[in-house]
């Protein structure tokens, strides 16, 4: 007898691979009948990716921004290896265990003094669904169930799950197609470009002009601190972020810092909220909580959100995800987060961004580049036109190196353990494929 499962048993090599990923696969942001170059990866090593045909690139991504160790790190692999004999997984309802506990305790511990409540969950995108949720359900557990909108900015990204999407950037973002189909909440003006911009009164405008209207139906303000990721790379004040807290509270609204993408130190410091020594009262984090081995994400909040939902109608917090507190993956953010602490990590991604300063800032001067920006691990080279990653992707390859631009912009978040050798190749060959696509 024959099936499906059968007929794709043996692929032999890297072509039959990729036939049958073009023909079966969706990958992200990618079309089913015109998708874009896709390479097999055979293992991983440092700060180096291997394709299946032996080359070796230098990833400037960190795997989307997590890899902050490099791959393949003896003491990670150590961790997920001695986990395994004991469990990969039991459900975290009415059960715990040490990864978990251990993990949290670290967590609380590290983040902003006021946040002692931890909500673990399995992706970045769900953490902020959960605090979304948390702030609207303590609103209505205070008695205020008509404050349940949402106050954002502009050119923010928030995730690709349903009340993630509604936070994002409904004209500049990803998810416009879906309008119709989302919440509808509050958008300010995205904040000034300028990570030492001067506050001026007009920079709050908007959101001041949208609380003293509608402050009565808002339950939180939500935002990515210092550095607004996938919205656009952009890097703001820490002056703004500050202001900013203290119009929530003035307003009577929560703050929810969105710290997937910052936390763990990519900013040069451990989360991004410290540049303005801002505590929120809500904190999402995910990506390199694991050093990128694993899928997991944390919601934290303040006392007074975790007992005043608590002591609300429902009596629970109304969220509960299946690999909740995953042992596994907790035991290795356990180690992850040990190891990052152990190293002079600060002194480290200071010395990626000189370096990235000293090799993507002659860009500036090119006629066919609009910006760059760096701050701590973060280089972004913007264009003053879009690229195709058909055109871009292969070229970048064949210099030796990975990147996924989008839009407009070319950037990297390179793995905190890459050497300034390494760097050097990454930007060099980042500048080399940009001269010759502008030049065709």
């Keep these: ?35 874009t170059p896709t390479f097999v990866v055979e293992r991983c090593e ?39 004999k004991s469990m990969s997984h039991v459900m975290f309802g009415g059960l ?44 209505a557990s205070r008695g205020k169930s008509n404050k349940a909108k949402i106050l954002t900015v502009r050119r923010g990204y928030h995730g690709d799950t349903f009340g993630a999407m509604s936070t994002c950037d409904p004209i500049n973002g990803m998810h416009h197609l879906f309008a119709r189909s989302m919440p509808t909440h509050f958008f300010a003006d ?22 003293e209207v509608h402050h009565k139906e808002i339950a939180a303000l939500i935002i990515e601190p210092i550095v607004q990721g996938a919205g656009g790379m952009r890097f703001y004040s820490a002056e703004y972020l500050s202001a900013l807290k203290a119009l929530c509270e003035e307003f009577d609204i929560l703050m929810i810092a969105d710290e ?105 001067s090119a006629e066919y580049i609009a910006d760059v920006r760096v701050l701590g691990a973060i280089g972004v080279v913007e264009l003053e036109n879009s690229v195709s990653l058909n055109d871009i992707q292969p070229a970048l390859v064949a210099e030796g190196i990975w990147l996924r631009p989008f839009g ?8 905190f353990n890459m050497s300034d050798e390494e760097l050097s190749i990454l930007c060099k060959g980042t500048a080399n494929v940009l001269e010759k696509l502008h030049k065709n």
């Design 96 to 139: 715990t265990h040490r990864p978990a506990v251990e993990l949290c305790q670290k967590l609380v511990a590290l983040t902003p003094s006021n946040l002692e409540r931890v909500f673990l969950a399995d992706s970045g995108s769900v953490a902020v669904e959960v605090a979304l949720k948390m702030a609207i359900q303590y609103q």
């Design 260 to 364: 997937i993408a910052t936390g763990f130190g990519r900013t040069g410091q451990l989360f991004a909220v410290n540049h303005a020594d801002v505590q929120p009262d809500i904190m999402c984090l995910g990506k390199a909580i694991t050093g990128g081995y694993m899928t997991l994400a944390a919601t934290l909040c303040s006392e007074e959100v975790a007992t005043t939902i608590s002591q609300g109608e429902a009596g629970v917090f109304m969220h509960g995800p299946t690999f909740m507190g995953n042992p596994l993956a907790c035991a290795v953010a356990c180690e992850s987060i040990e190891l990052l602490l152990e190293t002079d990590w600060q002194s480290n991604v200071t010395r990626i961004e000189t370096k990235l300063e000293e090799l993507l800032g002659p860009l500036r």
């Design 46 to 84: 440092g700060s180096y990716i291997e394709l299946s045909d032996g080359k070796k690139l230098i990833d400037g991504m960190g795997s989307w921004w997590c890899t902050i160790h490099g791959y393949n790190h003896p003491r990670l692999n150590a961790a997920a290896e001695k986990q395994l």
């Design 190 to 211: 995205e904040p000034p470009m300028g990570i030492d911009r001067p506050l001026t009164p007009h920079d709050l405008a908007s959101a001041r002009s949208i609380l």
């Design 1 to 35: 007898m024959t099936n499906s499962a059968n007929r794709f048993s043996t692929l032999p090599d890297a072509d039959a691979l990729l036939e049958f990923d073009q023909r079966h696969i969706w990958h992200p942001y990618s079309s089913a009948t015109n998708p």
């Design 408 to 415: 407009k912009l070319v950037y990297m978040m390179p793995p």
